[in-house]
């Protein structure tokens, strides 16, 4: 698998506004929905899950784009009420 094959989600589509407009109408709903994402793109589970699937050439690459989106998410989990 390589950097261009993993269907990362745009990080500008990701934020409190578009979460709270959402069909989410609790803030249960919307801090489960982030922590879903949360749990998709936490850095250690995606690499336990398809590091040694990763071609070695774009590990750091995929890396940093795993931690990239695993630290938005955290902020705007952190900014849903």
């Given at each position: 698998?390589g950097l261009t094959d993993i269907p990362f989600p745009l990080i500008e589509w990701i934020t409190v506004t578009s979460i709270c407009s959402s069909h ?58």
């Amino acid at each position: 698998i390589g950097l261009t094959d993993i269907p990362f989600p745009l990080i500008e589509w990701i934020t409190v506004t578009s979460i709270c407009s959402s069909h989410f109408a609790a803030a249960e709903e919307r801090k489960a929905a982030v922590r879903s994402l949360q749990l998709r793109w936490h850095p250690d589970k995606f690499q336990q899950a398809f590091g040694d699937k990763i071609i070695e050439t774009d590990k750091e690459a995929v890396t940093e784009e795993v931690k990239k989106l695993a630290q938005h998410l955290n902020a705007v989990s952190s900014m849903i009420v």
